[in-house]
C-alpha cells in the first residue's frame, strides 16, 4: 500500500518542507504540531494558551489523516523550559483518554521563540 500525505488548512502550517502526516498502510505519523495559527500567526500567549494550540493543531491533523488521538501509540512532547512540564500534564489530560494513554517522551529542547512542540504516530488497525 503506498503512503499518503496529508496537509489541511485547518491546522497551522508546516514550518519548512514537510507534510502535516504521512499516512503508511495502518500507521499515521504526525509532524510536529506548533502554536500556529492556521493563518501562519504564532500564538504567542502564556504556556497554557501555547500548548492548547499545538495540541489542537495536532488533533486537527490527525483527524485529517482519517485518525483520532485516542489512536496515539506514541508521542513527543519537546519543551523551550522545563519547568512546563507540570504544566503540560494537566493540559494533556484534555486531549489524549485516561484508558488508553499513549508512551510518551518529553525532553527540553531550544525552541526558539515557542514554547512547545508536539509531534505523534497512530495506529488506525484492529
Known amino acids: 500500500m503506498p503512503k499518503r500525505v496529508v496537509n489541511t488548512p485547518d491546522a497551522g502550517p508546516p514550518g519548512g518542507p514537510y507534510s502535516h502526516a504521512v499516512v503508511a498502510g495502518d500507521t499515521i505519523y504526525l509532524a510536529g ?6 493563518d501562519g500567526t504564532w500564538v504567542r500567549g502564556d504556556f497554557a494558551e ?8 495536532l488533533r486537527i491533523v490527525a483527524e ?11 508521542v513527543g ?26 508512551v510518551r517522551t518529553t525532553l527540553p529542547v531550544a525552541l526558539n521563540g515557542f514554547d512547545i512542540e508536539v509531534d505523534a504516530i497512530l495506529y488506525t488497525g484492529d
Open 33 to 38: 504540531a506548533c502554536p500556529v495559527l492556521p
Open 50 to 57: 501555547q500548548a492548547h494550540a499545538t495540541f489542537r493543531n
Open 64 to 74: 485529517a489523516a482519517g485518525g483520532s488521538l485516542d489512536q496515539a501509540v506514541r
Open 77 to 102: 512532547v519537546y519543551l523551550r523550559d522545563f519547568a512546563d512540564f507540570p504544566a503540560m500534564n494537566e493540559i494533556w489530560k484534555e486531549y489524549f483518554p485516561a484508558d488508553a494513554l499513549p
